[in-house]
Nanobody, 121 residues
Framework: QVQVVESGGGLVQPGGSLKLSCVAS????????MSWYRQLPGKEREFVAR???????NYADSVRGRFIISRDDGKNTGSLQMDNLTPEDIGDYFC???????????????WGQGTQVIVGS
């Protein structure tokens, strides 16, 4: 079993920045992808960003140029740096990881419980 925990959410003024962190622990042989999703009020959960084990990243159009996803080499941790936040970014942010629990095992995904981001004055 794998546990995923996000942190770093909170209240920030428009134009401000937050850095979210994601820590995956448990039975992990390889963490191949780390992704961030968000659920805005009254909307379905949506993709924000993803980073692969080789460092390749991709972003949703709505956050490209403002958010940067990263992961720590050799560790099952990563972060999402969010700059120039607007009220449209308000919501719950979730980390999702794709792991192999053993070297020849299948790819399995796990979600965290989320961290809340509020943008306002």
């Amino acid at each position: 079993q794998v546990q995923v925990v996000e942190s770093g959410g909170g209240l920030v003024q428009p134009g401000g920045s937050l850095k979210l962190s994601c820590v995956a622990s448990g039975n992990i042989d390889s963490l191949l992808y780390m992704s961030w999703y968000r659920q805005l009020p009254g909307k379905e959960r949506e993709f924000v960003a993803r980073i692969a084990i080789n460092g390749g990243a991709n972003y949703a159009d709505s956050v490209r140029g403002r958010f940067i996803i990263s992961r720590d080499d050799g560790k099952n941790t990563g972060s999402l740096q969010m700059d120039n936040l607007t009220p449209e970014d308000i919501g719950d942010y979730f980390c999702r990881v794709y792991v192999q629990e053993r070297r020849t095992g299948p790819l399995v995904d796990y979600w965290g419980q989320g961290t809340q981001v509020i943008v306002g004055s």
